[in-house]
């Protein structure tokens, strides 16, 4: 029994147009990138060889991505069967978070027709946290898809296919968990080669830990921050006392994050960064208050059950994650004094298209497929 | 798995708790100095800036000229080391620049190009080996025909060496190669066989640490002979007096040591280089994490067994209902 169902309605709404062109905006650029060039397109140079390409649309966007795996763990791991209307739609936004993530890599490599040498053992270079993370995203994208398959053979009737599908389905769950487990703490000790490069208020051997508990706070606050739009959007009733149950996980985890960061920055004593009149001291302010602000709301029990509050919660949330990647990857990270980087107009529009594409495919899936659960779509 | 390992990939387990500040305690092994390891001897007190070594370089690697530096065309003049160029000599300038390597109201030449790192950390970042290090000579190659141009390696290398060719829709990473294909054909670097003073000094690696010591052993003001090209080579030497160095020799110890080694008169932070350093490779570390993580496989094996038998407890009864009834064809129906 499945219990998801299209919503069906009009696709060619005000929003969904407005996305697509944004994403089609971003594909010729794309293309335009293609034929011209990285620096044609980009404001990359000698001293930032990543922007927001690898940034935002790899680094944020898979962590936005790790909604399917926060429930994943949260559902199957703890076994609590009553998120269950939650997980495809957080698998939904697993899938698009690392294909375009995926599709973004592609853009950035410098030399992307060489791609497939990733995959030729005699070239495989297992030492380096760059394979271990290429090779885990490539293969939690396609678990992605088999994990929502059974959307797809449901709506166009291959039940056969579908039912051998399930018998199999909880070793991709499994696999699906253990991926981003890797390939997101790993995340975080590819910041630590740079060594001197990144700020102290940053570089810290406990990276990959950090990485990974903030990939679970991003993915768990994208569920009700996705939730929130679909049931404004589609007139549906909201999830809201499935929520609050899930934000007592979050408050535990994003306590024990705002702990191990604090102790982190105290035991390195790198707390002198964060008192500099320094554009790494500002963002590391708005990290730290995008972080304890949820924190402090979720401490007073009613809030969590506040439709409100939950939503501004997971809002946070996931800026906290965003200006937290943001910082380690880009904010904090010094080449040196000569250089400097800003993206260009191409680079942001081609970001700003792939995050659009993004919407306006979860716009034809949740209305096409099987992707909402249906007691609420009942009762709408 | 080992006692040793498991108690350390424990340590990370819950490296929630127990914190693991210390950089020793992940690392893994430094990587030693290759036995027939070449290397280069830079002596920024016997630079003059003449830039003849930066024509070498661009003729030796058939590179193009660059326009960075002027307005006008007239010729090549990079900033910094690019997707053209592989070897530039820097100028620090201080106050009234009078007098040549002084920090104060002085001046002072820097070469830079690539390390070749005993422990590099562009090596280590490569997913598809196009970085590799000769485990005899230490030469840190680039293989173009490998690369993928996911430019870890220009963020990762320490001294911010690797360039990619940003203006070229087909470009490629660019580093010095140490000449690799003159070295092949029993010839030296461009760039020492043309020093007209013999700052940039190739040699065996052995020979040119020896050489370095000798240098900081000697008493400022005396005469001494500069080697010129190749150490125990045929070019004859150069005369000159002994400056007052500083007390080191840069690239012995930071960041794991490396094969182009520094002297100079004026501290090495104001060359550029980085200082603040610890005495082993980023990589150590990096690597170090991974392989207490991923050793065998063992610690993913185990969480994925236990993930298999978590998820496949949890989705039993969705299983059996889903595989036994026909409800959700009659739902959809
Ligand atoms: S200097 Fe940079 S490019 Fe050269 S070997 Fe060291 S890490 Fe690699
Ligand atoms: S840019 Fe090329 S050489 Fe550098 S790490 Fe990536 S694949 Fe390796
Ligand atoms: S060794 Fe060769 S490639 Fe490297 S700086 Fe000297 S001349 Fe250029």
């Known amino acids: ?380 | 798995m080992k006692r040793r390992d498991f108690l350390k990939a424990a340590t990370v387990g819950v490296g929630s708790i127990g914190y693991t500040g210390s950089s020793q305690a992940l690392m893994r092994e430094p990587l030693k100095m290759p036995p027939q390891a070449v290397g280069m001897l830079y002596d920024s007190t016997l630079c003059i800036g003449c830039k003849a070594c930066m024509v070498a370089c661009k003729q030796a690697n058939e590179m193009p000229p660059e326009f960075a530096g002027t307005e006008q065309r007239l010729y090549d003049t990079p900033l910094d080391t690019s997707g053209s160029t592989l070897n530039v000599i820097k100028l620090y300038k201080d106050g009234t620049r009078e007098i040549k390597d002084r920090a104060q109201d002085g001046y002072a030449f820097m070469k830079t190009h690539c390390l070749h790192c005993v422990d590099p950390s562009c090596v280590s970042a490569c997913p598809v080996s196009a970085m590799t290090k000769d485990p005899l000579t230490g030469i840190v190659n680039h293989h173009a025909d490998r690369c993928i141009g996911c430019r870890y390696c220009v963020a990762g290398c320490p001294f911010s060496i690797p360039k990619y060719e940003y203006h070229d829709a087909f470009g490629q990473i660019q580093k010095c190669q140490f000449c690799s294909h003159l070295q092949a054909q029993g010839k030296i670097p461009a760039c020492c066989d043309v020093c007209p003073t013999g700052a940039s000094l190739f040699g065996r690696m052995e020979d040119i640490q020896q050489e370095a010591k000798r240098r900081l052993q000697a008493k400022p003001g005396d005469t001494y002979s500069f080697a010129r090209g190749m150490l125990g080579g045929d070019q004859p030497p150069h005369e000159a007096k002994i400056p007052v160095y500083q007390q080191s020799v840069y690239g012995e110890k930071e960041l794991g040591g490396a094969q182009v080694i520094y002297l100079s008169a004026v501290p090495y932070d104001k060359l550029g280089l980085p200082t603040n350093v610890p005495d082993y490779a980023y990589a150590a570390i990096t690597e170090g994490i991974q392989h207490t993580l991923y050793q065998w496989f063992a610690l993913p094996f185990v969480l994925f067994t236990g993930l298999l038998a978590a998820v496949h407890k949890s989705t039993k009864e969705e299983r059996e209902k889903d595989v036994s009834s026909t409800a959700y064809e009659e739902d959809a129906s």
């Open chain 1, 1 to 380: 029994m499945s219990g998801y169902q299209p919503i069906g309605g009009k696709l060619f709404t005000k929003p969904f147009n407005l996305f697509a062109l944004l994403a089609l905006i971003g594909i010729c650029l794309i293309a335009y990138r293609f034929i011209f060039g990285i620096g044609a397109a980009s404001n990359l140079n000698d001293g930032y060889p990543w922007g927001i390409w690898i940034v935002m649309d790899v680094v944020v966007s898979t962590g936005f991505g790790c909604a399917g795996y926060a429930l994943a763990l949260t559902v199957y791991v703890m076994n609590r069967g009553e998120y269950h209307p939650l997980v495809r739609p957080a698998i939904l936004a697993g899938l698009f978070g690392y294909t375009l993530a995926g599709m973004s890599v592609m853009v950035d490599l410098g030399r992307y027709w060489l791609f497939y040498n990733l995959l030729l053992p005699w070239y495989m270079q297992p030492n380096s946290v760059m394979f271990e993370v290429a090779i885990c995203v490539l293969a939690y994208t396609v678990v992605v898809w088999i994990e929502f398959a059974p959307a797809f053979l449901e709506r166009f009737g291959l039940h056969n296919v579908r039912r051998k599908l399930s018998k199999l389905l909880f070793f991709f769950i499994a696999i699906g968990i253990l991926l981003p487990t890797m390939h997101q703490s790993s995340l975080g000790t590819m910041a630590i080669l740079w060594g001197h490069k990144l700020s102290p208020l940053w570089q810290t051997q406990l990276l990959p830990l950090l990485f990974l508990m903030s990939a679970i706070l991003m993915g768990s606050a994208l569920v009700p921050f996705e939730g929130n739009f679909a049931s404004l959007g589609f007139n549906r009733p909201p999830e809201t006392h499935l929520y609050s149950k899930l934000s007592t996980y979050v408050f535990l985890l994003l306590g024990s994050f705002i702990l191990i960061r604090l102790a982190d920055l105290t035991l390195r004593s790198a707390w002198g960064y964060a008192f500099e009149q320094t554009t790494d001291a500002l963002m590391f302010w708005i990290e730290m208050a995008l972080y304890i602000v949820p924190f402090v709301l979720l401490f007073k029990r009613d809030n969590r059950s506040n439709r409100q509050i939950i939503f501004i919660l997971s809002v946070c949330l996931l800026l906290a994650g965003t200006v937290y990647r943001l910082n380690t990857y880009l904010i904090g990270y010094h080449p040196g004094p000569d250089w400097n980087y800003f993206p260009s107009i191409m680079e942001i529009l081609i970001t700003i298209g792939m995050f659009s594409l993004e919407i306006a495919l979860y716009l034809i899936f949740v209305k096409h497929l099987p992707v909402l659960h249906r007691a609420e779509a009942e009762a709408a």
